[in-house]
C-alpha cells in the first residue's frame, strides 16, 4: 500500500475540487450521471450531508494532493450495508491508487462501520473498474440490462458486493 495515501472528511473546501470532477463528461459518465452541476447545488448537498449520518464522504489524499472522493452512500444502520462509491480526478488516474484507496474505504466500512456488506452498480463495459472491484475482493450479484443511458446509448451495468467475512478470511489468505 501507498503509503503517503490516505482518506479525510469531505469539507466544504474540497467543493472546487468535487465540482471539476462532477462537470467532466468523462468521470460523470462512469458514475452514469450528465456533467451538470452548479456549484450551489453542491454547496446544498454538502450543507444536507452535514445533517446526515446515512453516508460518509472522503477525499482521498496523495501526501497534500487530492487524488478522489470516496463514499459509503444509503448506510443503514439496521442491515449494516452502504454503497460503495470511488471517482477520481482524471490527472490522477492510471497511477496506482484506486485498489489501495478501495482498501481503505472497505476497512473503513468494515472496521469503524462494523458493516457487513458493502455493495455498488457499475457500467459493464467500465473493466477497468471492474477488475479492481474483483481485485478487492466485490463478486458480481447481479445484471442490470439496459439500465444505463449514457452519450445516447443504453448499456448493461452489474450489481456487485463485498461481505465483511469474506473479505476478511481474503485478506489471511493474501
Not at 5 to 32: E, S
Not at 121 to 134: G, P, S, T
Request: glycine fraction near 6%; proline fraction near 2%.
Amino acid at each position: 500500500m501507498k503509503t503517503d495515501l490516505y482518506l479525510r472528511p469531505l469539507g466544504k473546501g474540497d467543493l472546487d475540487f468535487i465540482y471539476q470532477m462532477h462537470t467532466n463528461p468523462d468521470v460523470a459518465n462512469y458514475w452514469c450521471n450528465e456533467p451538470y452541476t452548479t456549484m450551489e447545488k453542491l454547496e446544498k448537498e454538502y450543507q444536507s450531508s452535514q445533517e446526515s449520518d446515512s453516508h460518509r464522504q472522503f477525499i482521498l489524499m496523495y501526501g497534500d494532493e487530492k487524488v478522489g472522493l470516496l463514499a459509503l452512500y444509503s448506510i443503514s444502520v439496521r442491515h449494516r450495508n452502504a454503497e460503495f462509491a470511488i471517482m477520481f480526478d482524471p490527472t490522477q488516474q492510471g497511477k496506482g491508487y484506486a485498489t489501495d484507496a478501495s482498501r481503505l474505504l472497505i476497512e473503513y466500512g468494515f472496521n469503524q462501520l462494523n458493516l457487513h456488506k458493502l455493495y455498488l452498480e457499475v457500467v459493464k463495459n467500465n473493466e477497468k473498474a471492474i477488475h479492481i472491484y474483483q481485485k478487492v475482493g466485490f463478486q458480481i450479484e447481479g445484471e442490470l440490462k439496459q439500465h444505463y443511458f449514457v452519450d445516447g446509448q443504453y448499456y448493461d451495468g452489474y450489481v456487485m458486493s463485498l461481505l465483511r467475512d469474506d473479505y476478511v478470511s481474503n485478506d489471511r489468505k493474501g
